[in-house]
T-cell receptor
Framework: NAGVTQTPKFQVLKTGQSMTLQCAQDMNHNSMYWYRQDPGMGLRLIYYSASEGTTDKGEVPNGYNVSRLNKREFSLRLESAAPSQTSVYFC???????????????FGSGTRLTVV | AQSVTQLGSHVSVSEGALVLLRCNYS??????LFWYVQYPNQGLQLLLK??????LVKGINGFEAEFKKSETSFHLTKPSAHMSDAAEYFC???????????FGGGTRLMVKP
């Protein structure tokens, strides 16, 4: 019963370095999401993928790119990391995303990223 | 656009006391509302959700929440706190397109012996 798996769990980057956060789900969900969590600000949506082959910007997309590799996998890339991107990153999935319906999300355990 | 306000970033209760975590939302359409719990170093787990079927929603671990449209509130309660309830709790509202959850800032619940 893996659910949503994120790798790595911890990462330290230097300013300007790049990296990709990986996310995979085994629940056959159509929709996947990337959030960042900062103290006192709750979770903010970075990007989402309503279905395989589609991606859309969320609330805070600047400095990030995403790839929906297949139905299971949704990766988040930081091209040139900045200290402001120090955060905890969560991947989530849900059966689908459409008007008038929301099942809620299943979350991964997070990636704690520090940019120095 | 929808938004969520959680009053009180920290709430402390004694074991056995009532737990009340407050959530107010703004939404231009009938909302879908959620409460999530986050234990240390873990992801968020769904506690309960309101999807317009019933205004009083029961969730896991003895928690419940009542949707009050007139007050635009969705407060989370539990009659008797347990030490294991210590965690951070997030209220969230869905947009009408169903493709985005907007989260409140979170409330950290501390339970004293």
């Amino acid at each position: 019963n893996a659910g949503v798996t994120q790798t790595p769990k911890f990462q330290v980057l230097k300013t300007g370095q790049s990296m990709t956060l990986q996310c995979a789900q085994d629940m056959n969900h159509n929709s996947m999401y990337w959030y960042r969590q900062d103290p006192g600000m709750g979770l903010r949506l970075i990007y989402y993928s309503a279905s395989e082959g589609t991606t859309d910007k969320g609330e805070v997309p600047n400095g990030y790119n995403v790839s929906r590799l297949n139905k299971r996998e949704f990766s988040l890339r930081l091209e040139s990391a900045a200290p402001s991107q120090t955060s905890v990153y969560f991947c989530a999935s849900s059966p689908e995303a459409r008007a008038g319906l929301n099942y809620g999300y299943t979350f991964g355990s997070g990636t704690r990223l520090t940019v120095v | 656009a929808q938004s969520v306000t959680q009053l009180g970033s920290h709430v402390s209760v004694s074991e056995g006391a009532l737990v009340l975590l407050r959530c107010n939302y703004s939404s231009s359409v009938p909302p879908y509302l959620f409460w999530y719990v986050q234990y240390p170093n873990q992801g968020l787990q769904l506690l309960l959700k309101y999807t317009s079927a019933a205004t009083l929603v029961k969730g896991i671990n003895g928690f419940e929440a009542e949707f009050k449209k007139s007050e635009t509130s969705f407060h989370l309660t539990k009659p008797s706190a347990h030490m294991s309830d210590a965690a951070e709790y997030f209220c969230a509202v869905s947009n009408n397109a169903g493709n985005m959850l907007t989260f409140g800032g979170g409330t950290r619940l501390m339970v004293k012996p």
